[in-house]
């Protein structure tokens, strides 16, 4: 069974620069496409960004489109969030997310039910 853990949320200011962390085990983390979403109290997990297991193909959501950037290390089976210029409206619990597939169909990159394993979420406050 593969498991993640979400690390390196908090609180900042508005302009800060946060890097979430997931580290995945019990899985051939190399194998497995990965995304990021977040999730506000009341509202659905709302996709973030999206790596396939080779990196050669990676989508964002438009409003952090220039301000984050997902990456991953498979030697330390590792995926990040980069996020820089932080907004009052990027607070949210964050998960990072894991599919069985190397790569997924566009249609499937950005929805929830499109991966298989999902992290205990690590929450980010910005504060004005």
């Known amino acids: 069974q593969v498991q993640l853990v979400e690390s390196g949320g908090g609180l900042v200011q508005a302009g800060a620069s946060l890097r979430l962390s997931c580290a995945a085990s019990g899985g051939t983390f190399s194998n497995y496409a990965v995304g990021w979403f977040r999730q506000a109290p009341g509202k659905e997990r709302e996709f973030v960004a999206y790596?396939?297991?080779?990196?050669?193909?990676?989508v964002y959501t438009d409003s952090v489109k220039g301000r984050f950037s997902i990456s991953r290390d498979n030697v330390v089976n590792t995926v990040y969030l980069q996020m820089n210029r932080l907004k009052p409206e990027d607070t949210d619990v964050y998960y990072c997310?894991?599919?069985?597939?190397?790569?997924?169909?566009?249609?499937?990159?950005?929805?929830?039910?499109?991966?298989?394993?999902w992290g205990q979420g690590t929450q980010v406050t910005v504060s004005s």
């Open positions: 997310a894991a599919s069985r597939l190397p790569s997924l169909r566009p249609g499937m990159r950005t929805i929830a039910t499109g991966y298989d394993y």
């Open positions: 790596l396939a297991s080779n990196s050669a193909y990676v």
